[in-house]
Each structure stands twice: as structure tokens, then as C-alpha cells.
């Protein structure tokens, strides 16, 4: 594809709901990456996908926090029992390889939990 | 804490006038990039140098990299109201097998003004 897509844009969810968040990733980029930025904490990192092997799921920040890649394509981040603290622009990235290689990000998707 | 910190946080120019912006971070790196933001949304990459490389260009920015500062510094010349983002530095951990994670600084917010 032309760029990474994600989908929603926005998200209002109420406080305890699960939201699922999707990332489609550029064609023929191995590495896929989730980022969340909120205003207090900046840009985080939260999770690594690279091909077949293992996630890296070191930021994420809680076990409510999922994210699965189905095929080494698609990625989708689940958010279980939402908080107000989860609101934040979720960005999503790829890249050619793993490591050394430019990400190149989504639009994101901005998600607000009342 | 912040691997990359930028300075200033926000710095406001006249269009035509150059912008520039500093980059500190703390520990070894493969690569640092430059993203920009427009409206809290996705982040364009705006150019990757490599630590083995001490300055680059790309069409009206001048990035230059000082290993030995550990600090970066990003130059926008002839600047256009369209240049009127946020602007943020990256880096990757060299070593310890985890080079993929990119840590953002807060970025600096640049307004400049018709």
C-alpha cells in the first residue's frame, strides 16, 4: 500500500468497555511497531512484531494491553476494561527489517476514554 | 526518562528566517531520525542519520549528528508557514538486541508565522 493505514481515527469508548485498534502496515514491511503518545508520557514505545518470531512486548503497560498480528500483515491493539489513563493517539509503524531501518507511522488513532 | 530531549520547546519565526532545533540523548545509538507532526496526528519521517555519519541533507534541512555530545541538531532553512509543526528527534539502543525501540524526545513546537 501507499502508507500505513489505521483505522479508527477516533474512538470515545466508555470507561470499562474493550476497544480493538487496527494497523495495516506498508506491503512487504516485516517489522510492525505500536507506539502511544499521551501528554504526560510523550511517545512510548509498546510492542515489536518481526515476522514469525516472538513479540516484544516490553511497553506494554498493562496486561489489559494485547496486540496480535494475524499472517505477518495486519496488527490489531486490544485494550481490555478501559481507563480514562488509556487515552492517548495510538501510532502504529513499519518498517522494510527489523532495527537500523526508518518506521514509518500511520495517522493514528486518537482514543478517549470517559 | 527521555532518551531524546529536545530544545528549545517551542521557537516561533518569521517565514523566510532558518529554524533550528537541538537534540540531546543519553546513551550509544545506531541511528538518529527526525519526524514531524502536524496536529497531534501521524509522524513523517523527515531523515535518519547513522552514528558513523556527522551531517546530512535533505532538500531545505541540514541534520548534524555529534557523537561525541551525544547531541543533534536539525536545520530548516527558508522556512514556509507549512514547515509549522511539531518536530521530534528519535533514537535507537545500540547493543543489547533491542535497536528496533525508537525513544522519543517531547519535540519542539515550531509556529512559523506569515
Known amino acids: 500500500g501507499a502508507g500505513v493505514s489505521q483505522s479508527p481515527s477516533n474512538k470515545v469508548t466508555e470507561k470499562g468497555k474493550d476497544v480493538e485498534l487496527r494497523c495495516d502496515p506498508i506491503?512487504?514491511?516485516?517489522?510492525l511497531y505500536w507506539y502511544r503518545q499521551s501528554l504526560g508520557q510523550g511517545l512510548e514505545f509498546l510492542i515489536y512484531?518481526?515476522?514469525?518470531?516472538?513479540?516484544?512486548k516490553s511497553g506494554l503497560p498493562s496486561d489489559r494491553f494485547s496486540a496480535e498480528r494475524t499472517g505477518g500483515s495486519v496488527s490489531t491493539l486490544t485494550i481490555q476494561r478501559t481507563q480514562q489513563e488509556d487515552s492517548a493517539v495510538y501510532l502504529c509503524?513499519?518498517?522494510?527489517?527489523?532495527?537500523?531501518?526508518?518506521?514509518?507511522f500511520g495517522p493514528g488513532t486518537r482514543l478517549l476514554v470517559l | 526518562s527521555q532518551q531524546g530531549e529536545e530544545d528549545p520547546q517551542a521557537l516561533s519565526i518569521q517565514e523566510g528566517e532558518n529554524a533550528t532545533m537541538n537534540c540531546s540523548y543519553k546513551?550509544?545509538?545506531?541511528?538518529l531520525q527526525w519526524y514531524r507532526q502536524n496536529s497531534g496526528r501521524g509522524l513523517v519521517h523527515l531523515i535518519l542519520?547513522?552514528?558513523?555519519?556527522r551531517e546530512k541533507h535533505s532538500g531545505r534541512l541540514r541534520v548534524t549528528l555529534d557523537t561525541s555530545k551525544k547531541s543533534s541538531s536539525l536545520l530548516i532553512t527558508a522556512s514556509r508557514a507549512a514547515d509549522t509543526a511539531s518536530y521530534f528527534c528519535?533514537?535507537?539502543?545500540?547493543?543489547?538486541?533491542?535497536?528496533?525501540?525508537?525513544?522519543f524526545g517531547k519535540g519542539t513546537l515550531l509556529t512559523v508565522n506569515p
Open positions: 542519520i547513522r552514528s558513523n555519519e
Open positions: 546513551t550509544s545509538i545506531n541511528n
Open positions: 509503524a513499519s518498517s522494510l527489517t527489523s532495527g537500523r531501518e526508518t518506521q514509518y
Open positions: 506491503s512487504g514491511h516485516t517489522a
Open positions: 512484531f518481526q515476522g514469525n518470531s516472538a513479540p516484544d
Open positions: 528519535a533514537t535507537d539502543a545500540n547493543g543489547g538486541g533491542s535497536n528496533y525501540k525508537l525513544t
